[in-house]
């Protein structure tokens, strides 16, 4: 059943886009600091009510009620109002950080285990994912999940194991992961981002494109931008995760820009995709202020070249 669970979800893989590479920590839970190092609540109450200047208490509309677990309960506050939002369990942290939210409760063997989203916010990266659970006899513990630092793979629960299988960008080969109580966080394999077999130029629909990296499912743009870029593909596809739809030129050609997570300004990229002349175009800010551009921005048409002028706001 393992198995095939995890063959059905690296069927999946191929087909999901994202960013590379899965990392893991684990770690026992930080001990929280004692009631006694915590203002009372009756003071706090004073202090809000002597100063007009201090920060309002957050909305009852946005607090979690806590959740039973394990003989004890999950709790998830925010200590203060725009400020982190904290994960503990009984009074001990867990984790923190501007999103955190509660996922669910699944069964591995004969252990529960909490899983809880806990993110930055916002919409360039999602969040990771932090597993919790008590073994027999012994401490809550928790493993975190993430992937390049933005976000966790989907996970895929079985009666014995949860699997991660990562996001793949064109030109990317990862390990997809599974924890278990017992086994801790291992590999289970490597999957590699894989075209759409027999898509041709024809079939090439940029409508249909969420985000440019979707032409790359295309196995006749795939293999265009393999031969131009080489190892060069996932970072170049990593300079377009944040962006919207394409643009056209009058020649019919269609084109984006984007940028890496948490780097927008910084790390840009551009894409051109011609299916009528059956060619690409790649740039992306290189050093010294000169672009690195497959092919050289010299060869390119001018009606591309003036897209992508216009993007850089020149």
């Known amino acids: 059943m393992t198995r095939s669970l995890l063959a059905g979800a690296c069927a999946l893989a191929a087909i999901l886009l994202a960013v590379s590479g899965a990392t893991a920590q684990s770690q026992t839970a930080p001990q929280a600091p004692a009631p006694s190092d915590q203002p009372a609540a009756d003071q706090g109450a004073a202090d809000q009510g002597a100063s007009s200047t201090s920060d ?3 909305a009852d509309e946005d607090k979690q009620a806590p959740i039973p677990f394990e003989g004890g309960q999950l709790t ?18 867990l984790a923190s950080n501007y999103d955190v939210s509660f996922d669910r409760i699944v069964k591995i ?12 916010g916002g919409n360039q990266c999602g969040p990771a994912k932090v597993i919790v659970w008590k073994p027999k006899d012994g401490e809550i513990r928790t493993t975190t999940v993430e992937q390049d630092e933005c976000g966790a793979p989907p996970a895929a629960v079985s009666d014995d194991a949860i699997y991660f299988v990562p996001f793949l960008l064109p030109g990317a080969t990862k390990p997809a992961l599974q924890w278990s109580p017992t086994e801790g966080l291992t590999t289970s394999g490597n999957l590699t981002y894989t075209p759409e077999p027999g898509t041709d130029w024809k079939d090439v629909d940029s409508s249909k494109y969420d985000n ?12 265009a931008a393999q031969a131009l870029l080489g ?5 170049m596809a990593t300079s377009l995760l944040v962006g919207g739809g394409t643009e056209k ?16 300004g910084g790390n840009d990229g551009f894409m051109a995709v011609d299916p009528v002349k059956h060619k690409v175009y790649f740039a992306r800010r290189g050093q010294n202020g000169e672009p690195d551009a497959w092919p050289p921005v010299k060869d390119w048409p001018v009606d591309i070249k003036k897209a992508y002028d216009d993007a850089k706001g020149n």
Do not use: R
Not at 84 to 90: N, P, R, S
Not at 109 to 120: F, K, T, Y
């Open 56 to 58: 309002a208490a957050p």
């Open 76 to 93: 998830i506050t925010q200590p203060e109002q725009d400020g982190e939002k904290m994960l503990a369990y009984d009074g001990k942290q």
């Open 109 to 120: 063997g004969d252990v529960n285990v909490a899983l809880v989203d806990v993110g930055d």
């Open 212 to 223: 440019i990296i979707d032409a790359f499912h295309n196995e006749a743009v795939y293999k």
């Open 231 to 235: 190892d060069n593909m996932p970072d």
């Open 249 to 264: 030129t009058a020649s019919g050609a269609f084109y984006a820009t984007g940028c890496v997570p948490h780097d927008c």
